[in-house]
């Protein structure tokens, strides 16, 4: 049992900090081409960060544990938008444009529906993982189009994501690090889920309850990258962060993940489902405005907190 712990708490320090470094040489990149902020946040930091759920599914399914490859997603999706949006609004409030909020985020909750509309007959089949991938490459479509209809005061400035732009070394030396770390993401995810999958047999916990956790954890580059964001004042790439994330987890991941290992879900149950869809509500509901407040972040926080009691 102690090894299979150390595999956990290992393989996690070693998925956060490389999906960390990844996501930090790929804003470099982006950001001296002057591309929006919402766009980085969605492409670069929502997707970049989300490599952890989709390695973590795809080897989970791969292994027959496709239980734990749809559960790590529902639990994802929901950290992100109680989680990792609540810290960040709760350190400062998050403000974006209506327009912007209003069609990233009905864009999110359609990727999100869609994908419960597949799980909640219990079941994925090639051709369901299939159409999700379809999805997403429709949901970057627009990504790319809308970002188009993004003014000036979008574009993301080097001194409101210090964490990542401070030093500006070379094109070439950041695509190598940025390689360097798409390995040590994928070492982490095999050694995670290892060392999970070991403990769960342990301690007999259910493929559901599993997967949920691993969610969780697989939400903390989403959540550090988010509370960076807004401590430097760049609220559009926090929105671009959890929409992004959502939208690769709910079709490219959860699609990955079905085409791989298609099966039956034993313990995945509609709950879960209703809780997913129910947080992405909630947070739009509270986003609608253009702003998260404060006390509004601290009831998803405490969503999450519900969540992960209810899970048990």
Not at 96 to 118: D, K, N
Not at 200 to 217: D, P, R, W, Y
Request: hydrophobic fraction near 60%; avoid cysteine; aromatic fraction near 6%.
């Amino acid at each position: 049992m102690h090894v299979a712990i150390l595999a956990v708490i290992g393989g996690l320090v070693i998925l956060i900090l490389a999906s960390d470094r990844l996501v930090a040489s790929a804003v470099r990149v982006a950001s001296a081409l002057g591309v929006s902020a919402v766009l980085i946040g969605a492409l670069v930091v929502g997707l970049g960060t989300s490599l952890p759920e989709l390695l973590v599914s795809s080897l989970a399914s791969g292994n027959g544990e496709l239980d734990v490859a749809m559960a790590n997603v529902v639990g994802s999706n929901t950290a992100n938008v109680t989680l990792v949006l609540g810290a960040a609004a709760v350190f400062r409030p998050v403000a974006s444009r209506v327009q912007v909020i209003r069609r990233e985020g009905t864009l999110m909750l359609f990727a999100v529906i869609g994908l419960a509309a597949v799980l909640v007959d219990g079941k994925v089949d090639r051709f369901e993982g299939f159409a999700l991938m379809a999805g997403m490459a429709g949901a970057l479509y627009l990504l790319i189009r809308w970002s188009a209809s993004h003014g000036p005061s979008d574009l993301i400035a080097a001194d409101e994501i210090e964490e990542f732009t401070e030093e500006q070394p070379a094109l070439a030396f950041e695509i190598v690090v940025g390689v360097l770390a798409l390995i040590g993401t994928v070492l982490g995810a095999q050694i995670l889920l290892n060392g999970a999958l070991d403990l769960g047999e342990e301690f007999e916990l259910s493929a559901t309850f599993l997967g949920i956790m691993l969610g969780v954890g697989t939400s903390l580059p989403e959540l550090a990258t988010a509370i960076a964001a807004a401590r430097r004042a760049a609220p559009d790439l926090v929105v671009g962060n959890v929409v992004g994330s959502n939208l690769f987890n709910s079709l490219a991941v959860a699609g990955a993940a079905g085409s791989v290992g298609p099966a039956p879900l034993i313990d995945l149950g509609l709950e879960q489902l209703v809780w997913m869809i129910g947080a992405v509500a909630v947070a739009g509901l509270f986003a609608r405005t253009g702003k998260v407040m404060r006390f509004e972040a601290a009831l998803l926080l405490g969503g999450f907190v519900a969540f992960s009691a209810v899970s048990l």
